[in-house]
């Protein structure tokens, strides 16, 4: 077992011939006066100074302490007493750098994983604000309230477009904030649908109801919309239009690098993969195909696999899915490892 060495060191400040202190020659000329600086280690790092010696060097190579009368003549002879040098405090000096370093390394992570974040917002929000402009009776929106107070599984349904005016259908389910916008929506709402609340709302309420600012979403500020006039505001989280199609979804995990393997969730009707068409990218998908892909939830998936990948490098592609009753839907899915994001063609 290793022990702590810890005590008293030092190491020389300056050396003096006697004929520079003013002291006659009946001294051995070749015996040197040094002056030291005693510090405080711990193993071989000094943690601060404590005392400055006068020490005598001779012929012989070795440090011995100077007789009374000899050592306060040598001290009034030294106008200047050598000043203690930085690095006698090397010890709280790295200790306050490790410090700084650790810390402006945290802070860096921390900025560059809120960058990340702030970053995959704003597309998800101009994804939003675009499919706004295309809404139908196909699509349902996923709400969150403004003060995040725990109200969970508050969708939108679509029912009917008539100009600038959106007749709505709150669906109210026991989902929660995992849960994706999906088939499971789309049943709650053919279920329910005789006995469903519904308002006729303006358009623009919708993209009022949209915050582009990340940062507005971690504060305790009452923003969004009172659709349905029971106190809380809402904001919207997604948008997916659920018809007779899938739902491709990312599951967000896999593993990257020579080879790409990318996991995904299909939220929508059972299909068929008969296509993978490369945009951007060398990947080559070895899946076989067609490949049959059910109906997911949360605890199942599917996944694509390809070789000929490179890590950090852009990649887009295209799958065509064909449903059982032969109606073709085709997904983009572009991103970088398994930074993927994913949309439907229409």
């Known amino acids: 077992m290793s022990t702590i060495k810890f005590g008293i060191k030092s190491f020389k400040l300056k050396s003096y011939k006697y004929i520079d202190l003013g002291i006659s020659e009946n001294h051995n000329s070749k015996s040197r006066i040094e002056y ?112 995040n107070n725990g109200l969970e599984g508050q969708f939108i349904k679509i029912e009917k477009l008539k100009q600038d005016s959106i007749l709505i259908k709150k669906l109210n389910t026991n989902l929660g904030s995992s849960d994706k916008v999906s088939h499971k929506i789309k049943s709650y709402y053919f279920e329910n649908k005789n006995v469903l609340d519904s308002i006729w ?23 969004g919309i009172d659709f349905f006039n029971d106190g809380n505001y809402y904001l919207i989280s997604g948008i997916e239009r659920i018809d007779n199609g899938p739902a491709i979804k990312s599951r967000g995990t896999g593993s990257f690098g020579k080879s790409l393997i990318m996991e995904l969730f299909n939220f929508g009707a059972p299909c068929h993969l008969v296509k993978i068409e490369n945009i951007e990218g060398d990947v080559e998908w070895t899946q076989n195909l067609p490949l049959f892909i059910k109906t997911n939830d949360k605890s199942n998936y599917f996944y694509l696999e390809g070789i000929n990948s490179k890590e950090d490098s852009h990649y887009a592609f295209v799958l065509y899915l064909e449903t059982e009753n032969k109606e073709l839907f085709k997904y983009h899915l572009s991103g970088k490892n398994l930074d993927l994001n994913v949309r439907r063609i229409e």
């Open 201 to 223: 709302i303006h358009k623009g309420l919708l993209r009022k109801a949209i915050c582009t600012n990340y940062d507005s979403l971690h504060k305790d500020l009452e923003f």
């Open 36 to 147: 030291h600086q005693n510090y405080f280690h711990l193993h071989f790092l000094p943690l601060f100074p404590t005392t400055k010696t006068l020490k005598i060097r001779k012929e012989d190579n070795l440090l011995y302490d100077l007789p009374n009368d000899l050592n306060l003549q040598i001290k009034n002879s030294i106008k200047t007493v050598p000043k203690t040098p930085w690095y006698s405090f090397s010890g709280p000096i790295l200790l306050i750098l490790s410090t700084v370093i650790y810390f402006g390394v945290i802070s860096f992570k921390k900025g560059s994983r809120k960058q990340y974040h702030e970053t995959k917002y704003e597309l998800k929000t101009q994804q939003n604000i675009k499919q706004l402009e295309t809404l139908n009776s196909s699509d349902y929106i996923k709400l969150i309230t403004s003060r």
